[in-house]
């Protein structure tokens, strides 16, 4: 009897509410820790460090504000307060996504032991290839986002505002959580492929099944996109949409290797 059998709903209810403290707990940590400290540079020997230097008032977050701010926001537009917190709170925001996104590793680990106990020593290996590249494709959607998403639409969306000849503001918890909707957007919906390759592994869908519903999919997606969007032009709506289709087309391609992978090697052992 294997030890997932011989645990009850109460051992493992208990398990994963241990999990999911260490998941929090790490969450935490780093987002205190981003919105606490600074990284300030020292030279030894040479060599230029980082040592972590408690300041709130110019902390991580902050940093990682000022280059949003910098690098996202079209020329001539500002960011403004205009109630006591804003600030302070998108602080939170952004803490909170650097810790979410350094604490992925710590994420799929817990992710991976919680069910690891369930599944077959061959299905193991399959595993490690889901939770590994999960990490860099949560990553990836952020930094597509970041250099070739919002860019284009925060300038696309301003430029109506330049033609009518007003000033143009945007409050700062307005910015950050714009920002934020589409690294998270992006950093999830990245993980379609993985998605779909787990979904492979339990052996419930067919391979085929992804590549005969793949016109319903893509009409998904294109809804989805048109959705999160924050314009109705149907320009904007592509850049989410249109890395999805190619997204479910790299994961209906990969099920379809597996399972030719795992059919010639029945085979092999056959013969």
């Known amino acids: 009897m294997s030890m997932v059998a011989e645990m009850t709903l109460r051992e493992h209810l208990e398990e994963l509410r241990v999990r999911v403290i260490r998941v929090a707990v790490s969450i ?18 040479g060599v230029t460090l980082v040592y972590p230097y408690p ?14 701010q910098n690098t996202l926001l079209p020329e001539n537009v500002g960011l403004i307060q205009i109630a006591p917190g804003q600030a302070f709170f998108s602080q939170i925001y952004v803490s909170a996504l650097i810790g979410l996104t350094v604490s992925i590793p710590i994420i799929m680990k817990e992710v991976a ?3 690891s106990p369930a599944i077959s020593p061959k299905t193991k290996t399959g595993l490690l290839h889901v939770f590994l590249p999960s990490i860099a494709l949560f990553i990836g959607g952020i930094v597509f986002s970041y250099f070739l998403v919002i860019p284009f639409i925060l300038d696309f969306l301003y ?9 143009t503001f945007i409050t700062i918890n307005d910015f950050i959580s714009f920002v934020m909707q589409f690294f998270l957007g992006f950093g999830i919906s990245f993980q379609l492929p993985i998605i779909m390759y787990a979904i492979s592994l339990t052996n419930t869908l067919s391979p085929r099944f992804w590549r005969n519903n ?14 999160i969007t924050p314009d109705g032009s149907g320009v904007t709506m592509w850049f989410v949409s249109g890395p999805m289709i190619l997204l479910y087309l790299a994961g209906m391609l990969i099920v379809e290797r597996r399972a030719a992978a795992a059919v010639r090697i029945d085979i092999e052992n056959n013969t």
């Open 28 to 45: 935490m940590i780093i987002t205190i820790f981003a919105m606490s400290f600074d990284l300030r540079p020292i030279d030894i020997g």
């Open 55 to 68: 300041d709130p008032v110019h902390s991580i977050s902050t940093s990682v504000t000022f280059f949003m």
């Open 113 to 115: 032991g919680f069910i």
């Open 159 to 167: 430029r109506y505002g330049e033609s009518l000849n007003v000033a």
């Open 214 to 227: 793949f016109r319903y999919a893509a009409l998904v997606l294109v809804i989805f996109g048109a959705l």
